[in-house]
């Protein structure tokens, strides 16, 4: 069973490694006043098609082209990678984001990737014949999510709280990272006891009958955008017309997918699946629904910053002051932020 420890460490080698990033520079970025780069490396996800694959393919990206380097399976180690140079741009809940900027990390939020609806959310699961019915029921069990110190993380934390529990009786629950497309499977076989499932992973694992939800950040806290993708500011500033691009791109993408029925969006996503050869399952993408962006085009408002600077702040993960909401991200990249733009 994967280690249940924070990712502190890991957030703080990050950190150590973005003086020397600074200093050599990263990747392929032109020097300051040359060329602009227009391949941008990046991570995705087994099974799935991320926002900015699908800009690609609708050819949204203009003459900016991904390159990709291998799968992540959590937000954090993502846009690590992206403010250590690894890669150029990486997606992560917001909340993460926060932290990372707090340790001085020089990245910057650009566009909204994905959220929470009536159609596309993140729900904590047992099995039918679990006695899990509310937040005190957790004491002592093991609840299964695709990373530590993230989106599942802070809401169940947040649902927690608002239960009533202390914060001893919270540390008490434990919590178990798995890989997205294990964690089903080690809610049915007893490895845990609540299993948290998001977007297609979580329809098909309801699919297949025999669990139950106990709750969703639907339920929690309404419609909102989760996760950002970021860049680093270094590369913002000598590849400004590229983040554009991308930004942009990847506002289309949503708006597009949020507009066409959704058999024409999951043949799409099953197409991209085939021509990209990866040798992977594709049968996820048929439960797709929305991408649960809240804002139109990806634009990104204070709120959705806010929630999680508030929750990390009380519960002492931030030091100092709280940063303010529109210091970490920037909707200027984004033609949706301007009225009739995006078109």
């Known amino acids: 069973m994967p280690s249940t420890r924070s990712p502190r460490r890991a957030l703080a080698a990050t950190v150590a490694l973005l003086a020397l990033t600074a200093a050599t520079g990263c990747g392929a970025d032109a020097a300051a006043g040359g060329p602009q780069t227009t391949t941008l490396r990046y991570q995705g996800s087994v099974g799935q098609v991320t926002l900015p694959e699908l800009a690609a393919d609708l050819g949204y990206l203009g003459d900016v082209k991904l390159d990709w380097i291998g799968n992540v399976t959590g937000g954090p180690a993502d846009i690590q990678a992206t403010a250590t140079g690894q890669s150029d741009f990486g997606g992560a809940f917001n909340g993460a984001i926060v932290k990372l900027q707090a340790a001085n990390a020089p990245i910057t939020a650009v566009v909204s990737y994905y959220g929470s609806d009536a159609q596309t959310f993140q729900g904590y699961y047992v099995l039918d014949g679990s006695p899990i019915r509310g937040p005190r029921d957790l004491i002592g069990k093991r609840v299964g999510m695709n990373t530590l110190g993230a989106h599942a993380e802070a809401v169940l934390r947040t649902w927690l709280a608002r239960g009533g529990l202390t914060a001893d009786e919270i540390g008490r629950v434990e919590l178990v990272a798995l890989p997205p497309v294990n964690t089903e499977q ?138 303010k909401p529109a210091d970490l991200y920037t909707n200027r990249f984004n033609a949706f932020a301007t009225p009739g733009g995006g078109a």
């Open 186 to 323: 080690s809610l049915r076989a007893k490895q845990i006891d609540v299993a948290v499932l998001g977007g297609v992973i979580r329809d098909k694992a309801v699919a297949g009958g025999g669990i139950r939800t106990v709750f969703t950040d639907y339920e929690l806290l309404g419609a909102f955008s989760a996760g950002s993708y970021v860049f680093r500011d270094d590369f913002i500033a000598r590849n400004p017309d590229t983040v554009r691009a991308f930004v942009t791109g990847v506002g289309k993408a949503i708006e597009w997918a949020r507009t066409q029925p959704r058999e024409t969006v999951v043949a799409r996503l099953r197409a991209v699946i085939a021509k990209r050869g990866r040798n992977e399952d594709a049968t996820l993408v048929d439960y797709w629904k929305s991408s649960g962006v809240a804002e139109k085009g990806g634009v990104i408002t204070d709120r959705e910053f806010a929630t999680w600077i508030d929750w990390l702040a009380d519960a002492g993960e931030l030091k100092g002051a709280r940063p």
